[in-house]
Structure formats: structure tokens, C-alpha cells
């Protein structure tokens, strides 16, 4: 399973309740929010700036066929913080990216991902914000672990 996918369970399910006969009252932790730092192609000399308190790091990919040399600088710039491709063409090419280390893919639906993507690999699909919330809601009954809002408004 994926190390990103298994910290966002943990975060939105909290520690388990203890086991035992005596009653105890314990303040449940509220969700614990994770940031997902995205690098942009032109700044991956410098990653290690930006995944300083990263819960995970999000590479945006737009080829299909990333450069090997890339991805293993990177992957050993993030060092043990998860790290994940965010695809950004129409194809992808999946078996190079989990060579890398890839812990985690971010695909829109319009992606044909070329190879299948295997247990450990955790799969997160890209919606729009203006998503109808019938279709939104559907989206919990995809064989997807998580789904990533992409509002690239925010910032203007």
C-alpha cells in the first residue's frame, strides 16, 4: 500500500480506540490536515527546500515518457518523504515512474494509463472544482484511494 494513501487514512481516522474492560475517556484527535507540496519542473535543483514539513511531494509529469535521469534525481532529493507523479498528458507511462519510487499517481479522467497500476501504488483522480455533486459522489464507488480537487483559480 502506499505510504501517502496509509498517512491520509491515519490522519482522517485517528488512533484506534484502546481495548480493555476499564471505561476510558479519551479526547478523540481531530483530522490532521497533510500538505502535498508540488514542485514545479524548473525548481527540482532545489527540492529540498520545498519538502521541509511535506507529508508527501507531487512531481507534475507531462510526457509520456519522462527522462529515467529526472526521476531518480528526484526521487533522491525527496529522500524517505513519499513522492508521486502528478500526470499531466493524455498517456502515461506507469512502469518507469514506480521504477523511480513513485509512491502515488494523480490522473484526470482523461488519462490512458498504459500500464496497470499495481497494489502498491496509490491512485488519486483529479476532478474539476465546477464537478456536479451527483458526479462527485460517484466517485466513492471508483477503484481510486483518494480524490485531488485541482482549483487553479486559487492563486489569482
Known sequence: MSKFIDDLKRACNGAPAPIGFLPRQTATA???????????????????????????????????????????????????????????????????????????????????LTAAVDEKTGKILEVEPSIADTMLRTTGSLPVDAVFINDDSVGD
Open 30 to 112: 481531530p483530522c490532521r490536515m497533510l500538505l502535498l507540496a508540488v514542485v514545479a519542473p524548473e525548481d527540482l535543483d532545489r527540492v529540498a527546500e520545498f519538502i521541509d514539513g511535506a507529508d508527501a511531494v507531487l512531481l507534475p509529469v507531462a510526457s509520456e515518457n519522462p527522462p529515467k535521469k529526472r526521476l531518480t534525481g528526484f526521487a533522491g532529493a525527496a529522500g524517505k518523504t513519499p513522492w508521486g507523479a502528478w500526470l499531466k498528458g493524455k498517456n502515461a507511462a506507469i512502469p518507469e515512474l514506480v521504477k523511480a519510487g513513485c509512491d502515488f499517481v494523480v490522473f484526470s479522467g482523461s488519462t490512458v
